[in-house]
């Protein structure tokens, strides 16, 4: 009898534990829905393809192109938005120097440019297209500061386009940078780069494979993260990143 007074305590720590999980689960997936409500299409047939997305209180209209990889939209740009747009008084953009990496249809962009910032949308040559229709399609007439479309290679010519004595950003985004490409690498030295002391990346990412995670082991040499959003539906966490520490150019040379 007195055994089962003693395993009374565990059964309720148990069953509290159960509680919390089904619970967090529960919080978790009502906010992947919220997020991907976000999202419609056109309940008429149109000339042109486009997917709809709601943010800022504005209708957005994203054109995709099926035949390159990076210029369609995956929901880790949908998810960081989201937070952007339901986080304003925490993330206040008005006026803030922001540059996406990997901007591919350039919602991140247009969202981050309809609440008040001044945007730099960056992604390789062949996406500029594209990216450059979604951009002025949304931003027209609509934006405090018009966005600015430019080409950013990873790890090419940082200093040349982005000098960091005259670059400062006040915010990095970058949503689904991180998947099976050659350019891994190329990107660290690409955050490195453009992240000054004071400058915060809001990074989402969908986990796919074990590169991902390896990618946030590497990452986190240089930058401390803090995990904003984990969303295990859609295999997405959202991050907040600074830098770690002023290293110096050998040390940081040989982490990244």
């Not at 339901?86 to 953009?93: D, I």
């Not at 453009?194 to 809001?202: A, G, K, M, N, S």
């Not at 803090?226 to 907040?240: A, C, F, H, T, V």
Request: charged content about 25%.
């Amino acid at each position: 009898m007195e055994i089962l007074k003693d395993m009374e305590p565990e059964k309720k720590e148990i069953k509290n534990d159960t509680l919390a999980e089904t619970n967090g689960a529960t919080r978790n997936a009502e906010l992947a829905k919220a997020i991907m409500e976000r999202h419609f299409r056109p309940s008429l047939i149109t000339t042109e393809a486009w997917e709809g997305y709601s943010f800022a209180g504005l209708e957005i209209r994203i054109k995709e192109s099926t035949d390159l990889y990076g210029a369609m939209l995956w929901p880790s740009a949908i998810v960081l938005c989201h937070f952007l747009d339901s986080h304003r008084e925490t993330y206040n953009l008005m006026d803030k120097n922001i540059i996406e990496l990997g901007a591919g249809t350039g919602l991140v962009t247009i969202v981050t440019s309809l609440l008040g910032a001044q945007v730099t949308s960056t992604d390789m040559p062949e996406i500029l297209g594209n990216l450059q229709y979604n951009v002025n399609r949304n931003t027209r007439g609509r934006c405090r500061h018009p966005p600015h479309v430019t080409e950013l290679t990873w790890g090419k010519d940082l200093e040349k386009h982005f000098p960091r004595a005259s670059c400062h950003f006040d915010y990095i985004m970058a949503a689904d940078v991180v998947y099976a490409h050659p350019f891994l690498n190329e990107l660290m030295e690409t955050f490195d780069h453009l992240c000054q002391d004071d400058t915060v990346i809001l990074w989402a990412m969908r986990f796919r494979l074990d590169l991902e995670n390896s990618f946030v082991g590497r990452f986190q040499k240089l930058f401390d993260i803090e995990e904003l959003y984990d969303l295990p539906s859609l295999q997405i966490k959202l991050y907040r990143a600074t830098r770690r520490i002023p290293w110096s150019p050998r040390v940081r040379h040989n982490l990244v």
